[in-house]
Nanobody
Framework: QVQLVESGGGLVQAGGSLRLSCAASGRTFSSGGMGWFRQAPGKERDFVAAISWSSVSTYYADSVKGRFTISRDNTKNTVSLQMNSLKPEDTAVYYC?????????????????WGQGTQVTVSS
C-alpha cells in the first residue's frame, strides 16, 4: 500500500514557476514508476509527466516539454514536478500517482495509487 500527499500548488502569474512535491509512504515507493497528471474543470484527467523507478527514464506530455521537469528522490520517498514558464492553460488540479510496475506510465489506468491533488492556478 502507498499513500501519496501532494503539496506546492498555488496561484502564480503567467511566466512564473511552481514546484510541486509528492510525499509517499509505503515500502513499495522506490521500486515503482511515478507520474503526475492534471485535471481542469470539465475536462478529463491528462498525463503530464512520468519517471521510472531508477530515474533513468522520464516522459512528458508535448504540452509541457521543455517547461516541466519531473524528478524523484527514493531516499526521501518524494517525487517533484518543477514547472517553469507557466501558462494559463496549465491551470488544473495536479495529481501524483504511483504504480507497482517499475516503468513510468503515460495512462491513468496504469497507476495503482493516487494522491488527493493540489490546485495550480496561473493568471494571465
Amino acid at each position: 500500500q502507498v499513500q501519496l500527499v501532494e503539496s506546492g500548488g498555488g496561484l502564480v502569474q503567467a511566466g512564473g514557476s511552481l514546484r510541486l512535491s509528492c510525499a509517499a509512504s509505503g515500502r513499495t515507493f522506490s521500486s515503482g514508476g511515478m507520474g503526475w497528471f492534471r485535471q481542469a474543470p470539465g475536462k478529463e484527467r491528462d498525463f503530464v509527466a512520468a519517471i521510472s523507478w531508477s530515474s533513468v527514464s522520464t516522459y512528458y506530455a508535448d504540452s509541457v516539454k521543455g517547461r516541466f521537469t519531473i524528478s524523484r528522490d527514493n531516499t526521501k520517498n518524494t517525487v517533484s514536478l518543477q514547472m517553469n514558464s507557466l501558462k494559463p492553460e496549465d491551470t488544473a488540479v495536479y495529481y501524483c500517482a504511483a504504480r507497482i510496475n517499475r516503468r513510468g506510465g503515460v495512462y491513468a489506468y496504469e497507476y495503482d495509487y493516487w494522491g488527493q491533488g493540489t490546485q495550480v492556478t496561473v493568471s494571465s
